[in-house]
């Protein structure tokens, strides 16, 4: 049995940060009933198109283990259907604009008494406060959240990164939320709200951050190499490059064939218990006892320098032939991997990370799996569902609708057409 085996989800997300949470309720066994507006769909089955006339890689990366049914909910009959989803599930989750669920009628308060133990979750831009009413993507989350202004060099403007933070991140929050409110019902009874702003959630990941500003009250950051630079930092936390957030100075060091490949560098930290063994590798064994190297306070002014040594020995080496030797001494580093390696990699599609997938008009593609392992529940990731392909069957064994109520509903226009169509563009 599946964790979320009996756990039925009204999945009415788009884009990104809702339907990356209702993607791992479906890998741990939830039924997820993703409802979508007839004719389109979630805009991403027709962004950033690779294939003509097939569902994009966005989507189909996003939507794993789902179930599709058209419904415009902008028309009497298809709002009824709706409705009797609210009553039949679990959990609605939904990252539209602020106000569109309201809008929609569908207000908490309405959705509570019809099914008091319906969980709506919701993921926003902004919390309650002056940006509360903003539509927000990933982006926007990073520059606010406080990722864009202390990520990149001091030199340099705010940058945002590549892992999506905002989007992919909030729906991690959220999807934690749900399960909460979950377990939170089986003794309560009730379900509750769930909302996740991407500015909080961004921000939780930036802890650290928040951490040193504070610290900065109290002196120099003396790990960001600023200090080492003796260029005196300002009121907020600066942009510290690749120096690493913790207490073990870390630096990205290019290795053999840097000068060709964009991707030949390793992650190094100095990590203090291993010190001496980073002497020894490196050659440079009287640094293990000479007092400017010796202890970590002692070095941190000293940081350029010592990496710039430590960079001398990685470069005659290439990323993995400096794994293999740093790891023997359990000196803590790390490749800079190619989304080409990634891709490549034998045990990323061992353990399931990464995985190949059929899908019926787009064929073999590679997304990437489950990352939560649960022994007693392993994922299988199943392929997206085209849109609309699974309106009638929930129609009749989710929502119990006899064949002339569906018929009616069919009649109406409010599912769109019948037939499922592979894609429609949305550009
Ligand atoms: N049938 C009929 N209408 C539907 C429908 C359906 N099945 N599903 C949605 N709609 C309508 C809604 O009723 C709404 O219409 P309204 O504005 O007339 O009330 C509209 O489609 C949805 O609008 P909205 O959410 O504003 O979409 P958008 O494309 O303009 O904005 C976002 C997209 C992502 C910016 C916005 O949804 C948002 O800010 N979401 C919250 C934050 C978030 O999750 N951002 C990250 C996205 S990865």
Not at 84 to 101: I, R, S, Y
Not at 218 to 235: I, N, V
Not at 251 to 256: A, D, G, M
Request: charged residues 20%.
């Amino acid at each position: 049995m599946k964790a979320l085996e009996g756990v039925r989800i009204l999945d009415f997300t788009h884009v990104q940060s809702g339907p990356t949470c209702t993607q791992l309720l479906a890998w741990f066994g939830a039924d997820v009933i993703k409802v979508e507006r007839p004719g389109t769909g979630d805009i991403t089955r027709g962004q950033l198109c690779d294939l003509p006339d097939v569902d994009s890689l966005y989507f189909t990366m996003l939507n794993h283990n789902k179930r599709s049914i058209t419904l415009d909910t902008k028309t009497p009959e298809g709002m009824d259907v709706l409705w009797e989803m609210a009553k039949v599930c679990d959990v609605l989750v939904e990252n539209f604009a602020p106000g569109v669920l309201d809008r929609m009628g569908f207000s908490w308060d309405k959705l509570h008494a019809v099914n008091p133990r319906l969980i709506v979750a919701s993921v926003k831009g902004f919390g309650p406060g002056p940006y509360a009413d903003c539509k927000v993507y990933e982006n926007v989350a990073q520059c606010a959240g406080g990722s864009a202004s202390t990520t990149g060099f001091r030199d340099g403007p705010p940058l945002v990164t590549g892992a999506q933070i905002g989007d992919s991140g909030t729906g991690l929050h959220l999807a934690l939320g749900i399960v909460t409110a979950l377990f939170h019902r089986t003794r309560s009874g009730l379900g509750q709200k769930v909302d996740c702003a991407m500015q909080d959630g961004v921000l939780n990941l930036c802890r650290i951050k928040l951490r040193d500003q504070q610290r900065l009250e109290h002196g120099p950051l003396k790990e960001y190499s600023q200090f080492g630079d003796g260029e005196p930092f300002g009121t907020s936390v600066p942009r510290a490059g690749n120096d690493s957030g913790g207490g073990q100075p870390g630096r990205i060091l290019k290795c053999k064939g840097w000068e060709t490949d964009p991707n030949a560098y390793i992650y190094f930290i100095t990590q203090t218990p291993v010190w001496g063994a980073i002497c020894d590798v490196i050659g440079e064994p009287g640094w293990k006892t000479d007092p400017d190297y010796a202890k970590p306070a002692a070095r941190l002014p000293r940081l350029n320098e010592i990496f710039a040594r430590i960079e001398q020995w990685t470069m005659t080496k290439t990323k993995f032939e400096a794994m293999d030797i740093l790891n023997v001494h359990h000196i803590p580093c790390g490749p800079i991997l190619s989304m080409k390696e990634i891709a490549e990699e034998t045990s990323l599609r061992e353990t399931g990370t990464v995985v190949e997938v059929d899908h019926p008009l787009r064929g073999k593609y590679l997304s990437v799996g489950n990352p939560i392992k649960l022994s007693a529940s392993p994922t299988e990731v199943t392929r997206s569902p085209l849109l609309g392909e699974h309106t009638n069957e929930i129609l009749r064994d989710v929502l119990k609708f006899d064949d002339s109520r569906i018929a009616a509903i069919l009649a109406s226009g409010a599912t769109g057409a019948t037939e499922a169509p592979s894609r429609v563009a949305a550009e």
